[in-house]
């Protein structure tokens, strides 16, 4: 075997999108952005026979006020995790290769299931690969516990939808409630297109009314124009926008007005009818169904000019929804998702998504991935909306095996993880 510490990103690249492991993270696309960020990607991988069968993308940046640095693989290594001789060989290299580059550590957070588990998070029979975590520890990589919510660098939860099945079919897989979700954004004038850079800033803009509504931190504008600047060139990023039709909203509405407004009438009729034959159970009857359709009335009153509101809005204020995606060979990734609070009965969040499964289909994709959620799977849980809108698309519920460290430079690695955090903090509560 052949260590290489000057691989490509070109060759890297074609390893990671034939690779079943590959991730839309390992890219040199991604290293690219990163980069703008104090990140420094390197390339390395080990051929045999002249053909490539391991890699990586490795990550360095500079600590603060340390002479080291962190060495960082987003998603693990790409290669035949079950090969112990290959995994053992790469990961000496790789660590003996970091630690000639001053790194203090090196993390890696592998894109391999812990366990096979159920929606509920309960263990089931399948994939096991605990095995892997006294595996590394052999080579001096240190397992960073199973954290529930999102404490790693990346997320250790996730949910994966199959896609290798016709349209009719994966639609069928969904939950009633979001298969009847989807056809009623549908048929409440939603359309779902496709962004540029220009339609960034109505992104960004909806994600700090996301992140305020759902209490995260978000992202600035200038962060998303660098990722597609970076990554959409290559088709390895999709901004998706939902856009609420307002003509054929209003239309919709004026028609439902109108049955409705002749319905009442037809109550009217129907109620004069009842008194003059003295017939008081159907009076009854017919006046319950006046009141129904006049507060139908009003509702779609309300609407129809809610609607007008709308409609006389800048064309970027008529998106409600966005949401970026990722592709990487046969995977693709719902990266980032941002709604406005208007319209959001319109369901416009389910039509982009499935939208977006049925592009990734057509591009190749066999797994589409929904990205974090909590582990933490109680009702209560902040995140609990998050892992229920994901799960209801009935994919997998899928546990990664977590974050492995191994110490290259224990006086460097000690005050990264426990002085620089406590510094910090003294200096925070100082300011207050």
């Not at 009335?297 to 609407?303: D, F, R």
């Amino acid at each position: 075997m052949q260590w290489i510490e000057t691989l490509s990103p070109q060759e890297h690249n074609t390893f990671v999108n034939q690779h079943s492991a590959g991730t839309f993270m390992q890219n040199s696309e991604w290293g690219n952005f990163k980069s703008r960020y104090g990140w420094k990607p390197t390339y390395v991988g080990i051929k045999e026979q002249d053909e490539l069968i391991a890699s990586a993308m490795i990550l360095f940046r500079k600590i603060p006020g340390l002479p080291s640095t962190i060495a960082y693989a987003p998603r693990g290594f790409v290669l035949d995790y079950n090969n112990q001789e290959l995994l053992t060989s790469f990961s000496h290299s790789v660590l003996a290769y970091c630690k000639k580059q001053n790194a203090a550590f090196f993390r890696m957070d592998p894109a391999i299931r812990r366990t096979s588990v159920d929606h509920a998070g309960t263990p089931t029979e399948g994939v096991n690969n605990e095995w892997l975590i006294p595996q590394m520890g052999k080579m001096n990589f240190n397992h960073q516990g199973f954290s529930l919510d999102f404490d790693g660098w990346q997320p250790r939860y996730v949910f994966w939808q199959d896609i290798t099945m016709s349209e009719e079919a994966l639609l069928a897989g969904f939950h009633k409630k979001w298969k009847y979700n989807i056809r009623l954004a549908e048929k409440k004038g939603i359309e779902i297109v496709r962004g540029s850079k220009a339609d960034l800033p109505r992104f960004a803009e909806m994600m700090q009314v996301t992140g305020s509504r759902d209490g995260f931190g978000t992202r600035p504008l200038s962060y998303f124009e660098s990722l597609l600047d970076d990554m959409n060139p290559t088709g390895k990023a999709e901004l998706f926008l939902a856009r609420l039709n307002a003509d054929k909203a209003i239309q919709d509405a004026t028609s439902a007005l109108q049955k409705e407004e002749a319905a009442l009438r037809r109550y009217g009729e129907q109620l004069a009818s009842a008194i003059s034959e003295a017939k008081e159970e159907k009076q009854i009857q017919v006046i319950k169904k006046q009141t129904l359709s006049k507060n139908r009335i009003e509702k779609l009153q309300a609407e129809l000019e809610s609607l007008r509101e709308f409609q006389s809005l800048p064309d970027d204020q008529q998106i409600l929804s966005g949401a970026i995606l990722m592709t990487t060979g046969k995977k693709a990734c719902y990266l980032y998702g941002a709604s406005d609070n208007r319209f959001r009965d319109r369901m416009p969040n389910y039509l982009i998504q499935w939208e977006m499964m049925k592009y990734a289909q057509s591009k190749g994709a066999e797994i589409y991935d929904f990205r974090g959620v909590s582990g933490n799977l109680s009702p209560d849980h902040p995140l609990y909306g998050l892992y229920r809108f994901k799960r209801g698309f009935e994919g997998e519920f899928v546990e990664y095996i977590g974050e492995f460290d191994a110490v290259l430079r224990p006086v460097s690695y000690w005050l990264f993880t426990n002085g620089l955090p406590k510094i910090k903090s003294i200096l925070k509560r100082s300011k207050k």
